[in-house]
């Protein structure tokens, strides 16, 4: 019909589909959940931004068949101003990440209001997926548990050189400025290079400036937080909230 969207580019990695505007963004989940994708321009998500009208996290369904396992490159540019306003577990811009990657993205005046597995980029990254070279602002993640600034659940995958600056993580539990909380499944999980910046990080328990909690085989290094944070009712850690078995190192605030 009139509203399809046509795209250029053949999905492969040499030849990505193009993303260029709101529409190419939203059609993604009709289009492939295993392809990969390229930003052209920055994206004005603001349609999705209220007024009864939000924005359906991709791949966001019940079973992981639905799980996004392609790439998707921000290639420098941004996404400015969605709203997700749902209770179903496993909110962001991306839902489900199962051997993804998502890269070189900004995402600015983000709103993502849902339950469980909160984050601005995905609320669960699973199964060796990598998120790199992302940057959250202005923005906001509440949740009930295992929030974070850039993806909710970290399950045996990889954040790397993110940063979450000028925005607030709130919920009940495992709430964290980077990660709500980072464990191993099959992989392990790894947080290195990511800083938290003029944000504030609030829960009840398992609160902390870069992750609620880690377990398992996970790894946080070379992390920060600075600027005027406030993390509230941090269980033990400013930096990271509850840690039993993960290694955590160079890290500082």
Known sequence: GSGEVIWEGSGTEEDPYLVPDADHL?????KSMSACYKQTAHINLSKFAGNGNYWQPIAWG?????AFCGKYDGNGYRIVGFWVEQDFDRSGLFGCLEGAEISNLVIDQAIIRGGSLSGIF????KANSVIRNCYAFRSTV??????????????????LNCRVDQSDVSGNSEIGGIVGECSDEGYDSVVDNCYVNH????GSESVGAIA???????????????GDMKVKNSASGVLVGEDSHGSITNCYY
């Open 26 to 30: 939203d059609d993604i989940r009709n």
């Open 212 to 226: 609620g909690w880690v377990t398992g085989h996970t790894l946080v290094s070379n992390s920060f937080a600075c």
């Open 199 to 202: 944000s504030m990080v609030n």
């Open 122 to 125: 995905a609320g669960l990254a």
């Open 62 to 66: 019940t079973d992981y068949g639905s």
């Open 142 to 159: 509440q949740g009930d548990k295992v929030c974070g600034g850039i993806v909710g659940l970290l399950k045996g995958a990889t954040v």
